[in-house]
């Protein structure tokens, strides 16, 4: 009887030990983000589309990169200042008629991570800023860019401006075509003047050609992560050319990453993880930011410049990576930023 009652209570508890992986798939941790996640999707902030209650401002002039309109703004700084009122508490967002910028923060497997949901009205809102006019490559804090911008949220660009880099792929800032270079290496973000991303993987010159007098923006560095949907996926024993761009930015190193995203029509999404620096095995690889990115919802998402350069600000000060509040020691330079301005005129 002992031995039969035994059996009874064993038998479904092996059955149920049986079926928790395929119960839980999505809660199992590994450090192989390709195989699976670190994180649960319940624990990602929910995509929810943004309806504006001005969906048909006029459009902003977009200012010429290469010059300066005053001494106050430069020529490639927004027209109108955002408001104080409309800053949402605890570096929340903001939110006017034309523009909704909602941000939240997540801990996930030790790392402090930011998405910036960000909706815009006109694509004339989605800009650049260079730290001098081109071709200079002297470089400034991000804070320090943003100043007299009107910015109402910024992210860091590329390294278009790195000396080890100048010269590499096609770059347009709001409008302007600044350089043509053959690259055929890096890949390419264009944001044509609807404010829609496309997404061209080892980018050359000819590659930008069906876009030619569409281009509001262009950026270039590896990798993409979502192409129209679809996963980038990477393995670090192959020597394909994704990969090799992913070592070339230490991508399998767990650090802090910067990633721009489209969403929907201009809909938008940051995401900016803290690194190392910030808290012990903190960080994310390039595998790892591209499948978040992915989870997230995006349709497009390319990686940005990381490490030390990964920035985030809000009403022009920084909120990712602070040290008591203040940024941290290894406080990089950048050649740019890129930012989200108001179409609300000033009353």
Known sequence: MKKTSTLIWLIPLILILLMIPFIVPSAIVSADAEENTFYTLEELPAYVPVTLENRNPDPL?????????????????APYAPKAE?????????????ISVRIEDRILRNTRVFFTFIQIADPTQLR?????????VKWKKGTQIAANRNTVVAMNGDWFANKDNKGRGTIYRNG?????????????LIIDRNGDFHIIPHAKEADFAPYEDNILQSYCFPCALVIDG????????????DSLLAHHIEGWKHAQRSVFCQMGTLSYLIITSEGPDQSKNGGLTIPEVARLAYDMGAQQAFNMDGGSSALLLLNGQRINCLVNGKPPKNNRDMGDIIYFATAEPDT
């Open 230 to 241: 679809q996963l980038m996926t990477f393995d670090r024993k192959d020597k394909d050319t």
């Open 86 to 98: 409309n800053f949402l508490p605890d570096n929340g967002g903001y939110l006017d008629s034309t």
């Open 176 to 188: 302007e075509l600044l350089r043509t270079k053959d690259s055929g290496i890096y890949d390419a």
């Open 128 to 136: 650049s800023a260079l730290a001098n006019p081109y071709p200079s």
């Open 61 to 77: 002039p977009l200012g010429l990169s290469s010059k300066s309109d005053s001494k106050s703004r430069p020529g490639d700084g």
